[in-house]
């Protein structure tokens, strides 16, 4: 009779254990777009349809005013993956190129890693962009491509062997990428940080180089889609181990070419197909989320890694009456808005209320933050993880009661230029664009009339049209010393001070002669 009681008393106890039991954390999925921007998705004006994107946004909530640590590729990717500023890396201004080392150290806590850690199965299926470490052939042995002309770098490398310092060393179980830009060679998929298929001929998707004799630039977002639906597929077995799946997709970006299915569909050419079928990508994780039932525990979020690029041919789609960066001014590469304001979609059933928005500024730097909040890690982050990182749990949950998610958010440009933006405002702290539309920096900085920095009132002036600078000189001179604080503590959150991986000396020499406050610190 104990005996029988004891059992029923064991067995009430694990019952009850159970069902006061942690919830397994959400999967999630951050899909990363190329070059797309701010006005592209059909539910924010665009003239294409993106029926998924817009499904994302019915059923999950808009970030209004979300941007990009920077306004170009690479930077941006450090800033999603480290949850740190990119000009406190390494690389202070432009991008790397597919030969390019990595960026990332192994030392860091990477959110791949940093998942790892909380019982997550991690992958990455897309573009990479962050540098790799590819082994040479021996003796300095050069080939030559087996047919046709060999052209461009990377003939050097014996792709038969594994590259380090790439995604399976910076946390990532399992890898399926290309290493750079849909336009920088080697033009090879690396499987699990291995070339599926040996560089032997010379293909050019604009930058002519090294190539698998099979690759086509053509079938990436459907080679992708596959890989994606695959892996989602495969994990779903798994009960018991949440997954993260980061998934940078080489579109709308250069070379624009949509495949045959979609060639023709958006009335308003290239750019406007190849739109179309970014969105089906995203489309196909969802019915993969769908046909696996694991849609309502998988947090999704879609965003870009910057605002549109002139390579579209902006004026043109314009003049048909699509504006890819919407209302803002300037595009990809800018310190202005068009280039690193973009659309940030979240969807998280049961969390996350459909169709809503929040109109605080956030960073895609936040993502890093709010996946550990999510797994109850946030407060035990160590000090040199994450540092210009915020959770935006708060506002997924609608428990925000409209406190500021961030103190204030740093832009930077493709040139090195920098921008910081608190409340209604925005200081650059350049004369012109930082970056590729007018006044493009050569010309900005010989130009003596135009004041040192620029003010904007963004609430009054989104587009960026009224330099106030001269008018609040007190604001101009509080967001000069909050950025120069924010690059010498090494971290915008709370915490001891961290260092920078070398002083961001890209302010010109007029902006320093002025502010010399964020010149680099004897």
């Not at 032997?200 to 459907?222: M, Q, W, Y």
């Amino acid at each position: 009779m104990k005996t029988i009681k004891h059992l029923i008393f064991s067995l009430i106890l694990f019952t009850t254990q159970l069902s006061f039991a942690a919830p397994q954390p959400p999967n999630i999925i951050v899909i990363l777009a190329d070059d797309l921007g701010y006005g592209d998705l059909h539910h924010d004006g665009g003239l294409p349809p993106t029926p998924h994107c817009d499904r994302l946004a019915a059923e999950g909530m808009q970030f209004t005013d979300a941007h990009t640590t920077s306004s170009v590729c690479t930077p941006t990717r450090y800033g999603i993956l480290t949850g740190r500023y990119n000009w406190r890396s390494p690389l202070k201004k432009s991008v790397l190129f597919g030969l390019d080392t990595p960026l990332i150290p192994s030392s860091r806590l990477t959110l791949p890693a940093f998942l790892k850690q909380q019982n997550y199965h991690t992958a990455i299926v897309g573009k990479w962009h962050l540098g790799l470490g590819w082994q040479k052939l021996p003796n300095g042995e050069t080939r030559q491509a087996k047919s046709g002309e060999t052209k461009g770098k990377g003939w050097d490398i014996d792709y038969s062997k594994k590259v380090s310092g790439g995604p399976t060393a910076l946390g990532f179980d399992q890898s399926y990428i290309i290493p750079a830009s849909l336009d920088m060679f080697p033009y090879v998929y690396l499987k699990n940080d291995k070339a599926t298929q040996e560089a032997t001929v010379t293909k050019a998707f604009f930058r002519p180089g090294p190539s698998g004799a099979d690759f086509e630039a053509i079938n990436c977002l459907r080679d992708f889609a596959r890989e994606s639906r695959d892996y989602i597929a495969t994990r779903t077995g798994e009960k018991n181990k949440p997954f993260f799946l980061y998934l940078p997709l080489t579109s709308p970006h250069t070379p624009i070419v949509p495949s045959e299915a979609w060639q023709g569909k958006s009335g308003i050419g290239d750019y406007g197909d190849f739109l179309m079928e970014t969105d089906w990508v995203v489309g196909e994780v969802l019915a993969e989320l769908d046909k696996q039932q694991v849609a309502d525990n998988t947090m999704v979020i879609f965003v870009t890694d910057n605002g549109c690029s002139p390579a579209a041919k902006i004026p043109d789609l314009v003049a048909q009456g699509h504006q890819p960066n919407g209302a803002l001014r300037g595009h990809k590469a800018d310190i202005y808005e068009g280039g690193h304001r973009v659309p940030f979609i979240v969807r998280w059933p049961g969390t996350v209320k459909a169709g809503s928005s929040f109109d605080q500024t956030i960073c895609t730097s936040d993502i890093f933050a709010t996946v550990a909040d999510i797994n109850g890690k946030l407060k035990t982050l160590p000090a040199n993880v994450a540092e210009d990182s915020f959770s935006l749990l708060p506002a997924l949950t609608g428990k925000s009661n409209d406190q500021a998610i961030r103190p204030f958010t740093i832009h930077h440009s493709i040139n090195g230029s920098f921008a910081i933006r608190k409340g209604k405002w925005k200081l650059a702290l350049c004369p012109g664009s930082g970056g590729w539309s007018e006044p493009k920096p050569n010309k900005a900085l010989k130009d003596l009339t135009l004041p040192n920095v620029q003010l904007f009132d963004l609430e009054a002036d989104l587009g960026e049209q009224h330099n106030l600078q001269g008018k609040h000189p007190e604001m101009v001179k509080e967001l000069v010393n909050e950025l120069a604080a924010a690059i010498n503590e090494g971290r915008t959150t709370k915490g001891p001070r961290q260092s920078n991986d070398g002083y961001p000396n890209t302010f010109p020499k007029r902006v320093l002669s002025e502010f010399p406050v964020l010149a680099e610190k004897e």
